[in-house]
């Protein structure tokens, strides 16, 4: 799967948990930078990822997702 | 050795004449290592032998977790170090005669350090001595601010040249911490511990005014022991984390928490509630709800044995699950109410509901808890003098414009940096308001009252 391809899919995941769905991502943001992105809604994102892509993260694939890119290329090397 | 007594005064004095002697990295870590084995030994000679130890094993176990990354050995060496280093931790709160003074900080700190090792979010340190400074330095070794290996330990590779700006700085906020400490957190304090050390024999006026004053007392207390820390530590070189960003502006509990002990919320919000979440992320938000509230009673606990310490963890863990549920609720009764008054309610009720958790940290018994629960609004048909609690007119005065001048800096604060706003001040006028300040401190504080609350932990 390509780069974008989950960005597209993750913008649609954070979309729904979120309930924002005009949300835009780019490969630098960081849950930071996305408005209602916290500690209380990270674990749903996280969970609906996994259902998503069929995959379990690690906790320290969790720790080492400090952004959208660092997501995408996790999932993608989760899925080779 | 108190921050505010002679020895402390002599120690800190001679420490930084003979720090900044010479430039030399080697020179100043002696300095500092020396000045934190007086510090710490100085109040008990066991307290030093168990922080050395503490911070020997850490640093062994950091560097063998290191030689087995994501490997079912790196994990049994990491669970064992956290079972030894939570142990003596438990035993030494709860079970031994002489409990460690700072042992709940740097027992935090050697967790996050190997737990960090094991996420291979963090090298271990090579140097033995940097790493013993981590641990030990006195300036934060009482209470915090509970530092992060990641953000320390590269403040220690380089010597640290003086400053004159970087050292008062320093001052300046060791001068505010003294401020809040004397002028409102002891000043207040005779009066609140008479209150709720024995409030079956209060009255409802007492109760309620006591209850209302007791998150101002803490938080002047122990924002002004963070404040001199971070002081102190700025007077060395070194930057620490603030603890306290205008708590009480706070619309919610859970925002209160983001502001509130924050080097605590965070750390217990990395290596407990998150762990905690991931695992038990497939239950959704009945997961959520078991992690937010296993993490708050773990707050309550961490701060002493008994229910009521796990009881005002519950109750904060109770309030933020209430919050995320009725989330939606809440925006649209902002949206009816306005912006404004919504604010200024829930700032209010924030403060309110903090306010009646305290008592489950202060008072001593569950029972003595409920009971002033049920009498808080007892004491309307009392007369005035109930009010004063045992101070003079006066005294309520000073208190009253000490804590108004509080939050209207931390505001200004908020807004400008005031420690940047003095250094643009003319000379003389600079000079005249810090001794204005000194004068005000000498004046108005309480001395000799009591020693920071947070020590005990």
């Given at each position: 799967?390509?780069?974008?391809?989950?960005?597209?899919?993750?913008?649609?995941?954070?979309?729904?948990?979120?309930?924002?769905?005009?949300?835009?991502?780019?490969?630098?943001?960081?849950?930071?930078?996305?408005?209602?992105?916290?500690?209380?809604?990270?674990?749903?994102?996280?969970?609906?990822?996994?259902?998503?892509?069929?995959?379990?993260?690690?906790?320290?694939?969790?720790?080492?997702?400090?952004?959208?890119?660092?997501?995408?290329?996790?999932?993608?090397?989760?899925?080779? | 050795?108190?921050?505010?007594?002679?020895?402390?005064?002599?120690?800190?004095?001679?420490?930084?004449?003979?720090?900044?002697?010479?430039?030399?990295?080697?020179?100043?870590?002696?300095?500092?290592?020396?000045?934190?084995?007086?510090?710490?030994?100085?109040?008990?000679?066991?307290?030093?032998?168990?922080?050395?130890?503490?911070?020997?094993?850490?640093?062994?176990?950091?560097?063998?977790?290191?030689?087995?990354?994501?490997?079912?050995k790196?994990?049994?060496?990491?669970?064992?170090?956290?079972?030894?280093?939570?142990?003596?931790?438990?035993?030494?709160?709860?079970?031994?005669?002489?409990f460690?003074?700072?042992?709940?900080?740097?027992?935090?700190?050697?967790?996050?350090?190997?737990?960090?090792?094991?996420?291979?979010?963090?090298?271990?340190?090579?140097?033995?001595?940097?790493?013993a400074?981590?641990?030990?330095?006195?300036?934060?070794?009482?209470?915090?601010?509970?530092?992060?290996?990641?953000?320390m330990?590269?403040?220690?590779?380089?010597?640290?040249?003086?400053?004159?700006?970087?050292?008062?700085?320093?001052?300046?906020?060791?001068?505010?911490?003294?401020?809040?400490?004397?002028?409102?957190?002891?000043?207040?304090a005779?009066?609140?511990?008479?209150?709720?050390?024995?409030?079956?024999?209060?009255?409802?006026?007492?109760?309620l005014?006591?209850?209302?004053?007791?998150?101002?007392?803490?938080?002047a207390?122990?924002?002004?022991?963070?404040?001199?820390?971070?002081?102190?530590?700025?007077?060395?070189?070194?930057?620490?984390?603030?603890?306290?960003?205008?708590?009480?502006?706070?619309?919610?509990?859970?925002?209160?928490?983001?502001?509130?002990?924050?080097?605590?919320?965070?750390w217990?919000?990395?290596?407990?509630?998150?762990?905690?979440?991931?695992?038990?992320?497939?239950?959704?938000?009945?997961?959520?709800?078991?992690?937010?509230?296993?993490?708050?009673?773990?707050?309550?606990?961490?701060?002493?044995?008994?229910?009521?310490?796990?009881?005002?963890?519950?109750?904060?863990?109770?309030?933020?699950?209430?919050?995320?549920?009725?989330?939606?609720?809440?925006?649209r009764?902002?949206?009816?109410?306005?912006?404004?008054?919504?604010?200024?309610?829930?700032?209010?009720?924030?403060?309110?509901?903090?306010?009646?958790s305290?008592?489950?940290?202060?008072?001593?018994?569950?029972?003595?808890?409920?009971?002033?629960?049920?009498?808080?609004?007892?004491?309307?048909?009392?007369?005035?003098?109930?009010?004063?609690?045992g101070?003079?007119?006066?005294?309520?005065?000073?208190?009253?414009?000490?804590?108004?001048?509080?939050?209207?800096?931390?505001y200004?604060?908020?807004?400008?940096?005031?420690?940047?706003w003095?250094?643009?001040?003319?000379a003389?006028?600079?000079?005249?308001?810090?001794?204005?300040?000194?004068?005000?401190?000498?004046?108005?504080?309480?001395?000799?009252?009591?020693?920071?609350?947070?020590?005990?932990?």
């Amino acid at each position: 799967m390509e780069r974008k391809e989950v960005l597209e899919i993750l913008r649609d995941i954070l979309a729904k948990v979120l309930k924002r769905p005009g949300i835009q991502l780019d490969y630098g943001m960081s849950a930071d930078d996305v408005e209602g992105w916290d500690s209380l809604t990270n674990m749903m994102i996280i969970s609906e990822t996994e259902k998503h892509f069929h995959i379990h993260f690690k906790m320290r694939d969790i720790i080492r997702m400090k952004t959208i890119g660092d997501m995408c290329d996790i999932i993608i090397q989760k899925q080779k | 050795m108190e921050f505010l007594s002679i020895p402390f005064a002599v120690c800190m004095t001679i420490t930084f004449i003979l720090y900044y002697l010479r430039r030399s990295r080697r020179w100043q870590h002696c300095i500092l290592l020396a000045a934190s084995a007086v510090f710490i030994g100085y109040y008990h000679l066991a307290y030093l032998i168990v922080a050395a130890g503490v911070t020997l094993f850490t640093f062994f176990a950091g560097k063998w977790i290191h030689k087995y990354p994501d490997t079912k050995k790196g994990t049994l060496i990491l669970w064992t170090s956290i079972i030894a280093l939570a142990g003596f931790w438990l035993i030494a709160r709860y079970w031994s005669p002489l409990f460690p003074l700072g042992i709940s900080f740097y027992t935090f700190q050697a967790l996050s350090y190997l737990i960090e090792i094991f996420w291979e979010e963090e090298e271990p340190e090579d140097d033995f001595w940097d790493f013993a400074l981590y641990m030990m330095l006195f300036m934060k070794f009482l209470s915090g601010p509970i530092e992060r290996g990641r953000d320390m330990l590269p403040q220690l590779k380089t010597a640290k040249p003086f400053s004159y700006r970087q050292v008062t700085r320093g001052l300046k906020l060791v001068a505010w911490g003294v401020f809040l400490k004397l002028v409102i957190a002891d000043r207040i304090a005779p009066s609140l511990n008479m209150v709720l050390d024995n409030v079956r024999i209060a009255s409802g006026m007492q109760l309620l005014t006591a209850t209302l004053l007791y998150p101002i007392q803490l938080y002047a207390d122990f924002a002004g022991y963070t404040a001199m820390a971070i002081g102190f530590g700025r007077m060395a070189g070194f930057e620490f984390h603030p603890n306290f960003n205008r708590p009480f502006v706070s619309q919610s509990t859970g925002e209160l928490w983001r502001r509130w002990h924050m080097t605590l919320s965070f750390w217990v919000r990395d290596y407990v509630f998150t762990p905690l979440d991931a695992t038990l992320r497939r239950y959704g938000k009945k997961g959520l709800y078991i992690s937010l509230l296993v993490t708050f009673i773990a707050i309550g606990v961490w701060h002493g044995a008994g229910w009521t310490f796990a009881l005002y963890g519950l109750f904060q863990g109770i309030v933020i699950i209430y919050e995320t549920l009725t989330k939606k609720a809440r925006q649209r009764a902002k949206k009816r109410i306005g912006e404004k008054t919504w604010k200024l309610i829930m700032i209010i009720r924030t403060y309110l509901l903090f306010a009646l958790s305290l008592l489950f940290f202060r008072v001593g018994k569950i029972s003595d808890v409920f009971y002033v629960y049920r009498h808080l609004f007892d004491g309307f048909n009392d007369s005035i003098k109930e009010l004063r609690l045992g101070m003079s007119d006066f005294y309520w005065i000073v208190f009253g414009i000490a804590t108004v001048i509080m939050f209207i800096l931390e505001y200004l604060n908020s807004r400008h940096s005031l420690i940047n706003w003095t250094e643009h001040l003319k000379a003389p006028v600079r000079w005249i308001l810090y001794a204005g300040i000194a004068v005000i401190i000498f004046l108005f504080g309480a001395f000799g009252v009591e020693n920071f609350i947070y020590i005990q932990f």
